[in-house]
């Protein structure tokens, strides 16, 4: 069988000793559309502009940071730990989402303790529409970077990701691209025809169950990320998954506030 071959180069151009990547132009693109998607909401609802560029630049360093943390602790603590200096070298790779989600938690809540009018749950159910867009321009920066592969495979949609080796390969990042297009749309319908009748943090929960199940389940046609022993036969990325799932379903069905509008 002929399999689809991928051998673009992750360089988008170079001038020089200057070069800019496929991930880093998707990743910034991501987070520049989700700022007019939010700021699309803000007018929306009727919303002061004026502390947008604030949760724009905490919801930027917690993704960052915190992925980047997350990365260096769940998957590989002795090697960072013992050369704290590499924890810095974000511009080498490697943000975990799980990191860059407690990173973004807590950036909201820095956020809300600064700006009264906004309550936590209404900002953290909004914010899922830029976190879905963002993730799916992310997941595409993999496929441009041919890394997070997936294990070989004999299906008619498997992928030959040349720059690696010959062998037909699940495209995991694909997989999750596509789960976070469709978690977008479906995120906005729900916001579009529900709005502020939604119960608090409905719409996080929604995001999280979807990320990180859809994450638990891709894991298993996934190369492993790190040297983890499985423990009854989950990696270290859908163990991480599992907190959040259920953190997921707390928001959607568990959350004592009623309305996404209501102040804490």
Known sequence: MNYFNWDTSPILFSLGNFSIGWYGVLFASGFYLGFHLMR?????????????????????????????????????????????LEIMKIWEGGLASH???????????VYVRQTPDISFYWILDRITLPVALGSFFIR??????????GIPTTVP??????????????????YEAIVYLFLLILLLLIYKKQGAKLR????????????????????????????????????MGQWLSLPFVMMGIYFMYFNQEKRSDKKE
């Not at 990191?99 to 809540?109: E, R």
């Open 40 to 84: 699309w909401v803000y007018t929306r609802e009727g919303k002061s502009l004026a502390s947008l560029d604030t949760i724009f630049i905490y919801m930027v360093l917690g993704a960052v940071l915190g992925g980047r943390l997350g990365h260096c602790l769940f998957y590989d603590p002795v090697y960072y730990l013992s050369n704290p």
């Open 140 to 149: 595409c920066g993999n496929f441009f970077n041919s890394e997070i592969l």
């Open 157 to 174: 949609w498997a992928i030959v990701f040349s720059r690696i080796d010959n062998l037909p390969r699940h495209p995991a990042q694909l």
């Open 200 to 235: 608090s943090g409905y719409m996080m929960g929604t995001l999280m169950i979807v990320i990180f199940g859809s994450r638990f389940f891709i894991e298993f046609v996934k190369i492993p990320q790190e040297s983890f022993n499985p423990i009854l036969g989950l990696n």
């Open 99 to 109: 990191g860059g989600t407690v990173g973004m938690l807590i950036a909201v809540y």
